[in-house]
């Protein structure tokens, strides 16, 4: 499909949805992509990318930085405690944000570096008890908790279950940011990111139907 093809359909998404296109950031997610397929996007002048692995993205990240400057690089893949360190140096962006844990580990190395990535709350829309996140009903004592930590998350992501209609999980999204003065939602992929424009997305998450199926080896 490729890079402009899905700019056209976020630019056509948003003009039904009566929104501006420039209000939502495309997010390439790169992860588990050949270099050479990174690459080319980079050279189409793509400036935010997406990676699921810290360690992946510290080992080509830092080179294509300092070759493309102004790139964003935004973690949404779940991250360990244990690599809040890394993670606080070299992402703009942690949309992974999901238990009390990881919120104390990430205002200490945010104090320790003088750092602080954009941080996005990730809600469990879906209740499921094999998914990462933080449930509907928990969210305003999180977000809390968070701010007394020195926090101050900008938004709420989330992946609704794959075998459900995912806008009744945006929209629940959307009402949570709204109730709790968030002003950015980190929803929609390949396959729904124009219904989660619909439903007021500012960030989208799209990999495959740019760079192609990934291959896992």
């Not at 993205?57 to 949404?76: N, S, T, Y």
């Not at 990462?132 to 279950?161: S, T, V, Y």
């Not at 390949?190 to 998450?205: C, L, N």
Request: aromatic share 6%.
């Amino acid at each position: 499909m490729g890079l402009n093809e899905i700019k056209t359909r976020i630019a056509a998404a948003a003009a039904r949805a009566g929104r501006d296109a420039d209000t939502i950031k495309l997010i390439a997610v790169s992860k588990v992509q050949p270099d050479d397929r990174v690459l080319a996007v980079l050279d189409a002048g793509q400036q935010v990318f997406g990676e699921n692995y810290v360690q992946e993205a510290q080992r080509k990240w830092p080179a294509w930085q300092a070759r493309f400057p102004g790139v964003e690089l935004h973690l949404i893949g779940p991250l360990q405690s244990n690599k809040a360190k890394a993670a606080v140096a070299l992402f703009n962006a942690i949309h992974t944000l999901d238990r009390m844990s990881l919120a104390k580990k990430l205002a200490q190395q945010g104090a320790e570096q003088g750092r602080s990535p954009q941080l996005f709350i990730q809600v469990n829309t879906g209740d499921e008890p094999q998914k990462a996140g933080i449930l509907a009903d928990e969210l305003p004592g999180f977000l809390a908790a968070c701010r007394e930590l020195g926090l101050d998350p900008q938004g709420l992501m989330c992946i609704p279950p794959e075998d459900q209609d995912p806008v009744p999980h945006f929209r629940l999204l959307r009402r949570l940011a709204e109730a709790n003065g968030l002003p950015l939602l980190s929803m929609g992929m390949s396959a729904d990111f124009e219904a989660a424009i619909a439903e007021g997305a500012t960030h989208v998450r799209v990999g495959s139907a740019i760079f192609g199926a990934r291959d896992y080896g």
